[in-house]
């Protein structure tokens, strides 16, 4: 009785992998320097790592560092642009509109940037990532509050670089 119970449910499990319901395709997979395949599914902690580009920064330590520092800067510099306005927000000519665009479609293509290089899932760049955005929005929010509260008093208070 115990075999055909077996039996039936390695049956079922076969019928139903067969359709594919509800199952998730296989993540991809590539090989690293010693041509071993690998799949990250978690955070992995090591300097050998993928990032934005194939082959990049590789397995050499110098270009991992330079990777994390990249990240790092890519996420102040996603917060400087979200706190930053370069115009009044008065301002309704055509050019001045293109101009913030232009401005947020940077800023929108940089955050994804960070994201992508946080889906590499390695450990030192996603603290990079975190913390570049953190040390970004202590710099510039900072910076936005004490010039919002100094200029609430005047007429066109909103914040500029």
Request: hydrophobic share 45%.
């Given at each position: 009785?115990?075999?055909?119970?077996?039996r039936?449910?390695t049956l079922?499990?076969k019928a139903t992998?067969?359709?594919?319901?509800?199952?998730?395709p296989?993540?991809?997979t590539?090989?690293n320097?010693?041509g071993?395949t690998?799949v990250?599914?978690?955070?992995?902690?090591?300097?050998?790592?993928?990032v934005?580009f194939?082959?990049w920064?590789g397995?050499d330590s110098?270009?991992?560092a330079?990777?994390?520092?990249?990240?790092?800067?890519l996420?102040?510099?996603?917060?400087?642009?979200?706190?930053c306005?370069?115009?009044?927000?008065?301002?309704?000519?055509?050019?001045?509109a293109?101009?913030?665009?232009?401005i947020h479609?940077v800023?929108?293509g940089?955050?994804?940037?960070?994201?992508l290089?946080?889906?590499?899932?390695n450990?030192?760049i996603f603290?990079a990532?975190?913390?570049g955005?953190?040390?970004g929005f202590v710099?510039f929010?900072a910076?936005a509050?004490?010039?919002?509260?100094?200029?609430s008093t005047k007429p066109n208070g909103p914040?500029?670089c």
């Open positions: 009785m115990e075999n055909s119970s077996k039936s449910m079922k499990l992998s067969r359709h594919n319901l509800g199952t998730v296989p993540p991809a590539e090989t320097n010693a071993k690998v990250h599914k978690s955070l992995y902690w090591s300097h050998d790592a993928q934005l194939t082959g920064p397995a110098a270009m991992y330079l990777a994390v520092i990249f990240v790092f800067v996420a102040v510099l996603v917060e400087w642009l979200t706190y306005n370069f115009m009044k927000q008065s301002a309704e000519s055509v050019s001045k293109v101009l913030q665009t232009a479609a800023r929108t940089l955050s994804y940037m960070v994201m290089s946080v889906m590499s899932f450990g030192g603290l990532a975190v913390g955005h953190a040390v710099l929010r910076r509050k004490r010039k919002s509260e100094s200029d914040i500029s």
